[in-house]
């Protein structure tokens, strides 16, 4: 069931916050979240549902375990356990045929099938058990905990939401004096993203993925191409997932809960370590406070601080995909920090616009490698971005290249649905209008045959 599907639009959503509200205890509205929830990952594939719910189970018996026993080889198994789960359904056919290739022995692909959301269900639960190591956390009741993981808006691609954000909100009447407040953002939150989703990223992907076909086919790929192509998967991304993040936390809010923020108009940024703060925001923290600082992070010498930034990045270039493209992604965004790091020190600030020029071309370079994935086609593309290939192509992207400048000045100047739904919006019923004719647009449009998946659904 897709955020941008009438079945979930019409029919899921309404009937959820209905009896949400209607129901007359928390503890009940607890639990019926919990059955709309599961109801919500059973009908993408109800397969998948017993690996959800035993997932879910044994970490919070492993959570109880550890706390009357404080064994820390209970944490230590259950993090393993979390891991190898992640790895045999997403990585396994992926490094089963990187050995084969190294010890040139022929291999087997078993394609296993990926369960949605497993990168982010299984973060979420080793986040908590390494915080009950700290004694950053606690035992919590079975229903409050399975809502923590299962929650629908953020289950299948995010936020990576905390325990200690989200779980003492489920405990709080949703019939509190900013009800209305809460209320109006999340549904105008939602529907922004709505738009923001179904009238630009899908509109970028279909002519990319059409393009791509038509561009990868010519013999030679002229510059303007490459560059319309480059630009337009990081509009389509960018858009993409940020419309997912906008409706998740809408959604969230409509229910009276607080998700965090998972973007802040990150194609501003001045360098990369600004761009990570303000891209996928929970997962760069997690791999922060998870991984980059027990690593050592960059208060154990420079030598440290090296190895900490490349093994953290490349491994958030793994966790994005089982494929070699996104570990050398990965990597590279660990040495464009670690150059960035480097270059502080020396005490010299470049002019924003240049500064923010080489983080843009950084960005859009590596979105290249992530979008194509096999190296020499990037390879061809990043050739002809930069005129190293001399020869005349067809220019299949010059009726977008308007839609392509108008993305690009939203993306960079904003405002984004966020600060429209918290800040520009407020106090007016004036938007009422606008915003119910972009719902009832959106609903009617998604109705068609065009119900794309978001992209990160495949992470």
Same mark, same amino acid.
């Given at each position: 069931?897709?955020?941008?599907?009438?079945? @979930?639009?019409?029919?899921?959503?309404?009937?959820?916050?209905?009896?949400?509200?209607?129901?007359?205890?928390?503890?009940?509205?607890?639990?019926?979240?919990?059955?709309?929830?599961?109801?919500?990952?059973?009908?993408?594939?109800? %397969?998948?549902?017993?690996?959800?719910?035993?997932?879910?189970?044994?970490?919070?018996?492993?959570?109880?375990?550890?706390? %009357?026993?404080?064994? !820390?080889?209970?944490?230590?198994? +259950?993090?393993?356990?979390?891991?190898?789960?992640?790895?045999?359904?997403?990585?396994? *056919?992926?490094?089963?045929?990187?050995?084969?290739?190294?010890? *040139?022995?022929?291999?087997?692909?078993?394609?296993?099938?990926?369960?949605?959301?497993?990168?982010?269900?299984?973060?979420?639960?080793?986040?908590?058990?390494?915080?009950?190591?700290?004694?950053?956390?606690? !035992?919590?009741?079975?229903?409050?905990?399975?809502?923590? !993981?299962?929650?629908?808006?953020?289950?299948?691609?995010?936020?990576?939401?905390?325990?200690?954000?989200?779980?003492?909100?489920?405990?709080?009447?949703?019939?509190?004096?900013?009800?209305?407040?809460?209320?109006?953002? +999340?549904?105008?939150?939602?529907?922004?993203?709505?738009?923001?989703? !179904?009238?630009?990223? *899908?509109?970028?992907?279909?002519?990319?993925?059409?393009?791509?076909?038509?561009?990868?086919?010519?013999?030679?790929?002229?510059?303007?191409?490459?560059?319309?192509?480059?630009?337009?998967?990081?509009?389509?991304?960018?858009?993409?997932?940020?419309?997912?993040?906008?409706?998740?936390?809408?959604?969230?809010?409509?229910?009276?809960?607080?998700?965090?923020?998972?973007?802040?108009?990150?194609?501003?940024? %001045?360098?990369?370590?600004?761009?990570?703060?303000?891209?996928?925001?929970?997962?760069?923290?997690?791999?922060?406070?998870?991984?980059?600082?027990?690593?050592?992070?960059?208060?154990?010498?420079?030598?440290?601080?090296?190895?900490?930034?490349?093994?953290?990045?490349?491994?958030?270039?793994?966790?994005?995909?089982?494929?070699?493209?996104?570990?050398?992604?990965? @990597?590279?965004?660990?040495?464009?920090?670690?150059?960035?790091?480097?270059?502080?020190?020396?005490?010299?600030?470049?002019?924003?616009?240049?500064?923010?020029?080489?983080?843009?071309?950084?960005?859009?370079?590596?979105?290249?490698?992530? %979008?194509?994935?096999?190296?020499?086609?990037?390879?061809?593309?990043?050739?002809?971005?930069?005129?190293?290939?001399?020869?005349?192509?067809?220019?299949?992207?010059?009726?977008?290249?308007?839609?392509?400048?108008?993305?690009?000045?939203?993306?960079? @100047?904003?405002?984004?649905?966020?600060?429209?739904?918290?800040?520009?919006? =407020?106090?007016? =019923?004036?938007?009422?209008?606008?915003?119910?004719?972009?719902?009832?647009?959106?609903?009617?449009?998604?109705?068609?045959?065009?119900?794309?998946?978001?992209?990160?659904?495949?992470?």
């Amino acid at each position: 069931m897709l955020f941008n599907s009438q079945i @979930f639009l019409l029919l899921f959503l309404p009937f959820v916050v209905a009896v949400y509200y209607v129901i007359p205890a928390q503890k009940y509205r607890i639990w019926f979240l919990i059955l709309a929830s599961l109801s919500f990952y059973a009908y993408w594939d109800y %397969r998948f549902l017993p690996l959800l719910f035993i997932s879910v189970l044994i970490n919070w018996c492993a959570s109880i375990i550890y706390m %009357r026993s404080k064994a !820390v080889l209970i944490i230590y198994a +259950g993090v393993l356990l979390n891991l190898i789960i992640i790895g045999v359904f997403k990585y396994f *056919d992926f490094f089963s045929s990187s050995l084969s290739h190294f010890f *040139d022995y022929a291999s087997h692909s078993y394609s296993i099938i990926l369960p949605l959301g497993i990168s982010f269900f299984t973060f979420q639960q080793i986040s908590y058990l390494i915080d009950l190591k700290r004694g950053q956390g606690k !035992v919590y009741r079975f229903d409050e905990y399975i809502l923590f !993981v299962t929650f629908f808006p953020q289950l299948i691609a995010g936020p990576i939401v905390r325990h200690n954000e989200i779980i003492s909100q489920f405990w709080k009447s949703p019939f509190r004096p900013n009800l209305h407040e809460n209320f109006t953002r +999340g549904l105008v939150l939602t529907v922004l993203g709505l738009a923001k989703k !179904v009238f630009f990223a *899908d509109e970028y992907g279909i002519f990319i993925d059409e393009g791509v076909v038509v561009m990868l086919a010519e013999d030679s790929i002229s510059a303007a191409t490459a560059w319309l192509f480059a630009l337009s998967y990081t509009l389509q991304l960018y858009f993409d997932f940020s419309a997912y993040s906008d409706m998740a936390i809408g959604l969230g809010a409509m229910f009276g809960f607080t998700l965090p923020r998972n973007f802040k108009t990150p194609y501003i940024s %001045r360098n990369l370590s600004e761009f990570w703060k303000r891209w996928h925001i929970t997962l760069s923290r997690f791999f922060r406070d998870y991984l980059y600082i027990p690593f050592g992070g960059s208060w154990n010498g420079y030598g440290r601080y090296l190895v900490a930034v490349l093994a953290t990045m490349t491994l958030c270039g793994l966790w994005h995909g089982a494929d070699w493209s996104f570990v050398v992604w990965g @990597f590279l965004h660990g040495c464009g920090l670690a150059i960035y790091f480097t270059w502080k020190k020396t005490g010299i600030h470049l002019p924003f616009l240049i500064a923010w020029l080489l983080t843009f071309l950084f960005v859009v370079n590596g979105w290249v490698l992530f %979008r194509l994935e096999d190296f020499s086609q990037a390879k061809e593309v990043l050739l002809a971005m930069y005129g190293f290939n001399f020869e005349s192509a067809l220019f299949i992207f010059s009726d977008n290249t308007f839609f392509i400048i108008i993305g690009l000045i939203l993306s960079i @100047f904003g405002p984004n649905n966020h600060q429209l739904a918290y800040k520009k919006m =407020k106090n007016t =019923k004036f938007w009422v209008y606008p915003i119910a004719l972009l719902l009832a647009i959106s609903v009617v449009w998604v109705g068609g045959e065009r119900e794309i998946k978001f992209i990160y659904f495949q992470f």
